[in-house]
T-cell receptor, first 114, second 113 residues
Framework: DGGITQSPKYLFRKEGQNVTLSCEQNLNHDAMYWYRQDPGQGLRLIYYSQIVNDFQKGDIAEGYSVSREKKESFPLTVTSAQKNPTAFYLC?????????????FGPGTRLLVL | RKEVEQDPGPFNVPEGATVAFNCTYSNSASQSFFWYRQDCRKEPKLLMSVYSSGNEDGRFTAQLNRASQYISLLIRDSKLSDSATYLCVVPSTHRGGSYIPTFGRGTSLIVHP
């Protein structure tokens, strides 16, 4: 079965701790995206990658970092610099990174701060 | 003007009703448009894509008005299972010139018996 997986489903972070959210896809898609969704809000773009070994900041990149060493993987690290990390994090992929293609989403990770 | 705007609702309608949502966008160069459905605490899933003037799939019809820069979603014969948030997505130019999918805040639909 092709698709996108995200892990863990729930993640708890202590003050001052960095945590990494996993996103893997086996759809052979070039582009991958990370979004953050707060209650009652839309999706806000954190980072995106249109090709392996390249990524761009989205609208709210501060306090986050990513890597794209493999086509199928796009992990997101929430650093201690992100002061309000509690949110629903969604990873998505699309065939190409031209914005004109359908995006497919993973099931999401809920991050909570202890 | 925000890049993608939607009326947040909620739209509260009885079963069997017809309901329509609008989504306005600011980037006139956008070529493709999408409606996603998001259930509570779940990921968005594609409902319809619109590449020309419109698209129809069963009870769902999406229409594009390029002159006025809006797309609409019409749901006929509403079912209880249609209750969800409907997200409008329009490719917008990001810094560096790339087109990036830009999401509206979503329109909440509640269908009641």
């Amino acid at each position: 079965d092709g698709g996108i997986t995200q892990s863990p489903k729930y993640l708890f972070r202590k003050e001052g701790q960095n945590v990494t959210l996993s996103c893997e896809q086996n759809l052979n898609h070039d582009a991958m995206y990370w979004y953050r969704q707060d209650p009652g809000q839309g999706l806000r773009l954190i980072y995106y990658s249109q090709i392996v070994n390249d990524f761009q900041k989205g609208d709210i990149a501060e306090g986050y970092s990513v890597s794209r060493e493999k086509k199928e993987s796009f992990p997101l690290t929430v650093t201690s610099a992100q002061k309000n990390p509690t949110a629903f994090y969604l990873c998505a992929s699309s065939i190409a990174g031209d914005g004109q293609e359908t995006q497919y989403f993973g099931p999401g990770t809920r991050l909570l701060v202890l | 003007r925000k890049e993608v705007e939607q009326d947040p609702g909620p739209f509260n309608v009885p079963e069997g009703a017809t309901v329509a949502f609008n989504c306005t966008y600011s980037n006139s160069a956008s070529q493709s448009f999408f409606w996603y459905r998001q259930d509570c605490r779940k990921e968005p899933k594609l409902l319809m894509s619109v590449y020309s003037s419109g698209n129809e799939d069963g009870r769902f019809t999406a229409q594009l008005n390029r002159a006025s820069q809006y797309i609409s979603l019409l749901i006929r014969d509403s079912k209880l299972s249609d209750s969800a948030t409907y997200l409008c997505v329009v490719p917008s130019t990001h810094r560096g010139g790339s087109y990036i999918p830009t999401f509206g805040r979503g329109t909440s639909l509640i269908v009641h018996p």
